[in-house]
């Protein structure tokens, strides 16, 4: 019903910039709240960074001042723009949202995931 696709992903050096995108398909009625989460091997799925409704922000202190979380509502994409990656920044990204739809009502949806590797 709903699905999520990223992209944006790939290698960079320390110190550089990458933008992931994640865009929706499907019929959605409301979206409630978008999220980035990232999980580093041997590690468990971290929240990077969500917006909710009505625009309110969040960031992980890890990446607060450096990553930057957008919506674009009319095109059903979701953002993350990050800068001055570190090698611990290395991850799969995962989207995330939370979504009405008109069928089956509220519900939650991962994308994929997208793998960022920073490294020299």
């Known amino acids: 019903q709903v699905q999520l696709v990223e992209s944006g992903g790939g290698l960079v050096q320390p110190g550089g910039s990458l933008r992931l995108s994640c865009a929706a398909s499907?019929?959605?009625?409301?979206?409630?709240?978008m999220a980035w989460y990232r999980q580093a091997p041997g590690k468990e799925r971290s929240l990077v960074a969500a917006?909710?409704?009505?625009?309110?922000?969040n960031y992980a202190d890890s990446v607060k001042g450096r990553f930057t979380i957008s919506r674009d509502n009319a095109k059903n994409t979701l953002y993350l723009q990050m800068n001055s990656l570190k090698p611990e920044d290395t991850a799969v990204y995962y989207c995330?949202?939370?979504?009405?739809?008109?069928?089956?009502?509220?519900?939650?949806?991962w994308g994929q995931g997208t793998q960022v590797t920073v490294s020299s």
């Open positions: 995330n949202w939370d979504v009405s739809t008109y069928l089956r009502g509220r519900g939650n949806y």
């Open positions: 499907g019929s959605i009625f409301m979206i409630n709240a």
């Open positions: 917006i909710t409704s009505r625009g309110t922000t």
